[in-house]
């Protein structure tokens, strides 16, 4: 099993920055590739960006120069900077992690963002 807990959403105004941080504990093995998603009120979850422990990284079709995706060292900790927000970033932001060559997918609870005008 594998734990994954998301922090730093909150309540920004237009043009401001987050940096959310997704921390994998427990099983973590390998090589592995985490991700970010969101998932807005009354839409489908959308994928932003991916990083394997290698560093191959995978952007979504909607993710722009604002996000950045990053990952420590030690391989169990991500991060998604993201700069110049507006409202229609507002959304549940969740990481998941998955370990190369299984089909074990797991999730973290979500972090809140919400992005005023």
């Known amino acids: 099993q594998v734990q994954l807990v998301e922090s730093g959403g909150g309540w920004v105004q237009t043009g401001g920055s987050l940096r959310l941080s997704c921390v994998a504990s427990?099983?973590?093995?390998?090589?592995?590739?985490m991700a970010w998603h969101r998932q807005a009120p009354g839409k489908e979850r959308e994928m932003l960006a991916s990083?394997?422990?290698?560093?191959?990284?995978v952007y979504g079709r909607s993710v722009g120069a604002r996000f950045t995706v990053s990952r420590d060292n030690a391989g169990n900790t991500i991060h998604l900077q993201m700069n110049n927000l507006n409202p229609n970033d507002t959304a549940v932001y969740y990481c998941?992690?998955?370990?190369?060559?299984?089909?074990?997918?797991?999730w973290g609870p979500g972090t809140e963002v919400t992005v005023s005008s």
């Open positions: 990083i394997s422990t290698g560093g191959r990284i």
């Open positions: 998941n992690y998955r370990q190369i060559d299984t089909t074990d997918l797991y």
């Open positions: 427990g099983n973590v093995v390998g090589s592995s590739v």
